[in-house]
């Protein structure tokens, strides 16, 4: 049964090792997961793309010995994350916290920039990733346009920050 695996790998290298594991590694669904941000470059507003995980790659697969030591010999892994299981392989990403993971990249694997509105010191967002996620938001930065969400990867927590464009209610 197809399980959720998450590889850590060196850092500037996951679109690498996503590379060959997809032409390596034939039934595994990998993906690098980004989120789409505005930077300012010399007083000029830009979209970019920022990996939402750096340093880890997501791999979809039914994990054996073979696809393990394939995973494991790929150049720029470091480890599967997880402990081990009594067979030797790592336990999976437990499937609730994958699912939203998978709820806030939607059918790719960008995290579009959502659209929200602060009203009485409370957010609301009004369209996008975030939407209905507003509990799981910590921190609100109005003049950059940005908020910190909550994840939880292998039950540890991780902020991460994504961009959201701010209307005026």
Known sequence: MNKWYVLHVNTTCEEDVS????????GIDVRVFKREMLERNKNIWQRVLRLLYPGYVFIYCELNE???YII??????????????????PIPI???E???I???????DTVKISKAVIKNNRI???SGALLGMERFITKVDKRKGRVKVKFYLY?????IEFCIDLKEP
């Open 155 to 159: 039950d540890k927590p991780k902020e």
């Open 19 to 26: 590379r060959v594991l997809k032409r390596d590694a034939l």
């Open 124 to 126: 609301k967002i009004l």
């Open 72 to 89: 494991k010999n790929t150049p720029g892994v470091i480890r599967i994350l997880g402990r081990m299981d009594t067979g030797g392989l």
């Open 102 to 108: 998978l709820q806030f990249v939607g059918d790719g």
């Open 66 to 68: 073979d696809i393990y």
């Open 94 to 96: 437990p499937d609730c």
């Open 98 to 100: 994958m699912e939203r």
